[in-house]
């Protein structure tokens, strides 16, 4: 395995898609300002504020029930929060828009469960994933080009699927459904990577290499990681933050975390 | 992408065009160009039938469309069929004139013994049949594009929906059936005469509409070949396998959703507007959720997600229909109903899905 | 009130029947002069019943009815009820009861018993609704001395419906000494009609105060009588004075009313939810809480109504028991065949809805047919046990039919006994946590194949259930579940899924809006409008009324 | 993909077996006089219709038995449409065309015969249709031995206002061409015996329409407002019973508010439980009480045939028995089975009806019959109460309504029009 190709989205953006303006000027991509998402009573964010700067690598963990998946839920357009704001950049208020203009505007979001559409081959997942003009009438009609045809190739060598192009994505193992679905995410081009237990039931050599992949994305995109898997979250965090009932508990890197006495105290507590 | 392209990959479905055409030449001249006396001659009444499966098929073709591509289940679309007819046999109620019973050129009889005074406005323009032709497409369309538009931006989605448009086509059933309504409540529109100028009642004319049918079927199959194998299809049948998460990829399912619904109530719409004229009637009673639920079974049947399956499910059961209803009426409603159970028990992927395993079998 | 008026002015259409009445008894006067031997009288007057012709029929019973007999009374009753026939060779007159394929023969004036005979050796007596009329006011005259409170009341009224001197001069006599309060009140309004109808004009104002409020029909037609005008524009009732009184008393009534067109407005629109309710809860059963669409629901109904046929066909002599009979069979029965369905088909389906509901709908289509061969594509004849025919009698305006009376009650019971399965019982409890997390309820050694299986019989047995009360209502025949399908599907998915109470509230706010528009818009565009209502209800609310919360609803 | 190739063989034997099968339509040699009865066997309409199809057969047998006709044995083809009306229309099609039959007997829905209409003149086929209508039509191609409007409903009314002294009316239908067409020859009929609109109610409810609270509250109000009233139910299959359950729980009794229904008769109160329908009214041209000779034998053929002595016999099997016994005498008169020879020997063919008297074709392709009011009696059987001193012939256009009153049928040269218009002196609509 040689090191990983990413293929580049900042640079390569000639595609001819008009998605909304994004305005990183003063520092922070994401925004999400005293959020606050109840179900029936339980308050699963509890007037939670996050910022992510842009490039950012960041790893969010925290117990089961903390609110990590609910908080991707709002930030992805899935949940409505009852209360709070949520801005992609300066401008792009998120809580106005829905899931596939979230995903236009350039968050991608990789699920915990891998979720690949079984019944199309690699090459159709990733070609439905392509960054492209995404309304009814074009898709119609759509053709590949042959720069899209070489962003496939060069994704699916990525994610080491080249030689399953052809074959139905449910008849792929965990591993390579979750690699699948990194793929789709790249094949996005997105700014804002939300990233959902992406080493969860795959190897340690295919741990390394997500881990590699993540890192190398880092910097020219801004990567958010939720991860139970601890060693994976040192390998890979510059900074951590931990989420504990609906809020943010602390942040910092790694070892603050780590020693900070609230936080053993909710890992160890119970 | 020229049409052999696009069938290249289509194997049966060339085969089936190949048939469709040679059924619709063979049927058209035996019937008009054989003698009567000849034992190689096809009645009239074999070609009406024909052209009436062939509408069937086109119907079950655009169920198919929608459900075995989009895993939308319309228990409704009984409604687009009947208002397509509806409109095709406006346009040849207003083509009666003078020539009905009470000799009123303005009103068409039903409307005269119910003591119209005058032709309400949504009959106007029905006299032309370049408006009626737009209406076939338009009235499906329109109502299928609000009522998609209302339930897919809401989210309806699997069981709701198909009960949603159950009511729907319950409702419009009723709503036809009030003589008030304007359309001839349970009579419905009958004792068509002519259409363009030539006479229903001539075997050219029927061969004619026969001929029309077959190459609508031949057109919508090649039409929805066409999406399905566009990327367009395999958005949508991202839909059907994992709706929200072709959201987070940055389609706008509701849009998608609603163009499918849309297209295949237009195609619903032209099946009927071919099939009034052959069966000279159309009546409230094709509004009934039954028979939305009876073509869900054809496409069952076939084979739903492959369009050829559709087609062959459709012509298959409606023969096995006429067979049965002739010899063993008591008995259809058992096979019928026996045919629901067996199929979504025991073959899931219908006659298609069979023949497939069997050849698989066959290799191994 | 002293002073009677014994020749009162009735309306003009009344004048042929009072002239009638009163030719019958001068005739009835002196044929009593003439025949001193009462057995005799009665003799002669029902003898010639057999032979006498169809138009000849009324004078006949006016004859019979002027006997002075303690035995007349059950003559005319006979004849009323159709139990007085004919000996074909005999010509003697005889009351028949049916037995076996035959008739019990007991002798009209001597009380004899005769025996049995065939159905063809006897012929009824034939009456006609004309006919009816007439003996009904004379037995109402026989019964205005009768010992039961009840029999003296429908005597009056019906004598306020066909007033004649005698049968006044009778009421005058009785209202001293009447016991019972509802049957004085009667006499009253009969009395004061008949003051109403006369001049004196005192007396007239007198009995338009007397008759405010009152509710009774024959009181309002009269005083609507007083404000007409004839063809010419001048008004039938000179008056004045009477006229503006008469306005004022009507305009009370018409007030008291509308009140009551209120309460049986709701109380149909509550009738028509009940039922809505008993079709529907079954279904929610196994809809909401197995995500099953069971198609065949209506069917379930149609055994629950044809086991109400069978079980009145092996007990034809205790038609008024034998809805306890049917109530539980029915639910035995359906609930069997529930849990065949269920273990035949279902139970491969799990997991896939869509499917559930076309093989569900085959196996409509079989029972349907199935039914056809057994009990013929006809409908079937049910019969309403006594108890439940008729109405339950507010006041004058506001009557509750009691079938319906009985079977919102019914509705009520069953929901209520459902939500006590469900909440109280073990069963309840599992059905409750496989509902909810069916690999859970596994793992923690819930049998969830047969709490399925118990599950769907659950809600089988109360469709035929609702199938035993929608036997009293409408046909029972093939395609009685048809009827009800596409309603009950509409009252759950708008109550909201898995949800027993959305059921109740859906279904009864449904029957009584449907009935709130029904006299604006008529049914069917009624029925229409509250399609259209749920199809835009569900697009604002896709989980209906009372949805299921929280992150288990959005799998 | 491999697979493709067999469900293309698949597709081409499924093509090729449906060809070949519509092909081998040709028809035997033709040794008997073939008669088709079309009436649905399933389908909602199978209730009643059912028994039209065995009278047929019954009929067929015994002129069999005679020695068929024309020296030829007859032979009955039975289709079912299903109660599907575009089947109706198919079925007929292929009862002329593939089996070529002598005459069709069958329909029951007005819709059933629209339906089948345009082909019966494409096809000149005969066909005899059984069932009491609305009128307004009469087709070169059809006898009608059911009842028209007058035969039915106005002697009803005539019998309630004459007889009864109805002053209040209810015209109560469901909502179709039948109950529509005949409510408004009668509010026109009454309106000309001096009704008023006041005393006018008119109520529509959709088929099968069960609930029926409100409407009988209605008609209650209505009938309780001091004039005697009579309902006029033209009230359609399966919503009898709800309807008149819901009479005899809100305590309408016959002597109180009679109602005269055209649609109730004794195949229909077999399944109804009559003890609150005891006195209701109906209107027909044959009861099944009646007690003459050839209705007695007729009833007897009929279970012994059925092998059910509890069947009923109703008035569409006296139609049909009528229509048979015509066609038969009618095609001996013609020496023919030929269709326009047929239909010419029709007009003036008498046969005796079961109840007594001669029926008799006329010239509208309309039956002259008698008319009779009965009694529903707690035995599912109807008392006849009131009958015409004659024949009434049936009319085919109504007198009382504006549009037809100008309009006549008549069969026979030189009219030969079934809608001519005495004002204009044109035939309108008609193809030959």
Known sequence: MSTVRIHDPVTDENDGVASPELDTAHGPILYLEDVTVSFDGFRALNVLSLYIDDGELRCIIGPNGAGKTTMMDVITGKTRPDAGTVFFGQTIDLLKLDEPSIAQAGIGRKFQKPSVFEQLTVFENLELAMHTDKRVWPTLFARLNSTQRDDIEIVMETIGLTAQRQERAGSLSHGQKQWLEIGMLLMQKPKLLLVDEPVAGMTHQETERTAELLLSLAGKHSVVVVEHDMEFVRSIARKVTVLHEGSVLTEGTMDEVQNHPRVIEVYLGD | MGIGNLLARDRVGKTFLTLLALFAVVVSTLNLLVPEASAFHVSTFTVTVAGKYLCYALLALAVDLVWGYCGILSLGHGAFFALGGYAMGMYMMRQIGERGVYGNALLPDFMVFLNWKELPWYWLGFDHFWFASLMVLLVPGLLACLFGWLAFRSRVTGVYLSIITQALTYAFMLAFFRNEMGFGGNNGLTDFKDILGFNLQKDGTRVAIFLLSALFLGLGYITSRFVVESKMGRVVTAVRDAESRTRFIGYKVEHFKLWIFVFSAVLAGIAGALYVPQVGIINPSEFSPLNSLELVIWVAVGGRGTLYGAVLGAILVNYAKTIFTGILPEVWLFALGGLFVAVTLFMPDGLVGVARRLRLGGVR | ?555 | MKSFRSIGNLLATATLWLLSSLLSTTALAEETIKVGILHSLSGTMAISETTLKDTMLMLIEEQNKKGGLLGKKLEAVVVDPGSNWPLFAEKARELLQKNKVAAIFGCWTSVSRKSVLPVLEELNGLLFYPVQYEGEESSKNVFYTGAAPNQQAIPAVDYLMNDLGVKRWVLAGTDYVYPRTTNKILEAYLKSKGVKDKDIMINYTPFGHSDWQSIVADIKKFGTAGKKTAVVSTINGDANVPFYKELGNQGITADKLPVVAFSVGEEELSGIDTKPLVGHLAAWNYFMSVDTKENAEFIKKWHEFIKNPKRVTNDPMEAHYIGFNMWVKAVQKAGTTDTDAVAKAMIGIEFPNLTGGVAKMNKAHHLSKPVLIGEIQDDGQFQTVWQTKGLVDGDAWSDFLPESKVIIADWTPPINCGNYNTKTKKCSGQKY
């Open chain 3, 1 to 555: 009130m002293s002073k009677r008026n014994n020749n009162p002015m009735l309306p003009c259409w009344e004048k042929p029947l009072l002239l009638l009445a009163s030719g019958l008894w001068v005739l009835a006067l002196l044929l009593a002069g003439l025949a001193p031997a009462r057995a005799d009288a009665l003799a002669d007057a029902l003898n010639p019943l057999p032979t006498v012709a169809m138009a000849d029929m009324e004078q006949a019973i006016g004859k019979l009815a002027q006997v002075q007999d303690p035995r007349v009374g059950g003559v005319l009753k006979a004849l009323l009820e159709a139990r007085l026939f004919y000996v074909k060779e005999s010509k003697r007159v005889v009351f028949a009861d049916p037995k076996d394929d035959g008739f019990k023969l007991t002798d009209a004036l001597t009380g004899e018993a005769l025996g049995e005979v065939g159905r063809f050796d006897v012929k009824k007596i034939p009456i006609t609704n004309a006919l009816r009329t007439v003996l009904n006011s004379a037995i109402a005259k026989l019964e205005l001395t009768a010992p039961d409170a009840k029999q003296r009341l429908k005597a009056v009224e019906s004598i306020i419906q066909n007033p004649n001197p005698e049968a006044l001069a009778l009421l005058t006599k009785q209202v001293g000494q009447e016991p019972d309060n509802t049957v004085r009140e009667a006499i009253q309004v009969a009395l004061s009609l008949a003051d109403l109808s006369g001049s004196d004009k005192t007396l007239r104002v007198q009995a338009i105060h007397a008759l405010e409020g009152n509710l009774n029909q024959e009181v309002r037609n009269r005083l609507t009588a007083l404000q007409e005008k004839t063809e010419t524009g001048d008004f039938i009732e000179p008056d004045s004075d009477i006229r503006n009184l008469a306005a004022v008393a009507l305009k009370k009534i018409q007030l008291k009313l509308e009140m009551n067109r209120l309460g049986e407005m709701l109380f149909f629109g509550l009738s028509l939810g009940a039922v809505l309710v008993l079709a529907a809860i079954g279904l929610a059963i196994t809809f909401g809480v197995m995500g099953v669409i069971n198609m065949a629901h209506g069917e379930l109904m149609m055994i629950g109504a044809y086991t109400t046929y069978v079980v009145q066909l092996l007990m034809p002599n205790a038609i008024d028991y034998s809805l306890f009979v049917a109530i539980p069979a029915a639910f035995v029965i359906t609930a069997l065949v529930g849990i065949g369905i269920e273990r035949g088909i279902i139970r491969f389906l799990y997991g896939r809805p869509l499917e559930t509901l076309l093989a569900t709908f085959g196996l409509s289509l079989v029972l349907q047919q199935l039914v056809r061969s057994i009990f013929s594509p006809l409908n079937r004849s049910v019969s309403t046990p006594s108890w439940m025919s008729g109405s339950l009698e507010i006041n004058s305006a506001l009557s509750l039919t009691l079938n319906r009376f009985y079977i919102i009650l019914f509705s009520l019971l069953v929901f209520w006994g459902l939500l006590m399965i469900l909440k109280k019982t073990r069963l309840g409890l599992e059905v409750r946590a496989v509902a909810q997390n069916r690999a859970m309820a596994k793992a923690m050694g819930i049998r969830t194949d047969w709490v399925d299986a118990m599950t769907f019989g659950l809600g089988s047995g109360i469709a035929g259930v609702a199938g035993v009360a929608l036997s009293q209502l409408t046909n029972v025949g093939p395609n009685l579940g048809q009827a009800y399908i596409v309603d009950s599907f509409m009252v759950v998915v708008f109550g909201g899924v898995g949800n027993l109470w959305g059921t109740l509230v859906g279904g009864l706010t449904l029957g009584v809006a449907d009935k709130i528009l029904e006299p604006y818009v008529g049914t069917v565009l009624a029925k229409i409008l509250m399609l259209i209502f749920i199809i835009l209800f569900i697009q604002k609310r896709p989980r209906g009324l009372f949805p299921q919360k929280g992150r288990a609803a959005e799998g």
